[in-house]
């Protein structure tokens, strides 16, 4: 079965940390752009971070730089958020998604309407 699993999430005093991880099952990466994307009620969806697998391209949303980073490791077959300094506004569902393409920034990285496998998701909470 092909899947993308979201784990590390959680709940987090403003000024916290977290590292999310993306871990795919049932395919490589290798040749994948796998990216961040959250969602809070009554929003849109929206990108966050995303990283060509093949050459390590990684691109987060100006709004984030400073805070967060993303990360892979190729042998695990995993793509990895790390959100520092978070803040309440960052409170929402945050879904990793992967598409067999080199995107980039320029070529619509940060639109969810890209990507083809979506995985189900992992709660962030920013409370204090």
């Known amino acids: 079965q092909l899947q993308l699993v979201e784990s590390g999430g959680g709940v987090v005093q403003p000024g916290g940390s977290l590292r999310l991880s993306c871990a795919a099952s049932g395919f490589t990466l290798d040749d994948y752009t796998v990216g961040w994307f959250r969602q809070s009620p009554g929003k849109e969806r929206e990108g966050v971070s995303a990283i060509v697998m093949k050459d390590g391209g990684a691109y987060v949303h100006s709004s984030l730089k400073g805070r967060f980073t993303i990360s892979k490791d190729n042998a695990k077959n995993t793509v990895y958020l790390e959100m520092n300094s978070l803040k309440r506004g960052d409170t929402g569902e945050y879904y990793c998604?992967?598409?067999?393409?080199?995107?980039?920034?320029?070529?619509?990285?940060?639109?969810?309407?890209?990507?083809?496998?979506w995985g189900q998701g992992t709660q962030v909470s920013v409370s204090s």
């Open positions: 998604t992967a598409v067999d393409l080199s995107l980039r920034y320029y070529s619509g990285s940060m639109y969810p309407s890209n990507y083809d496998r």
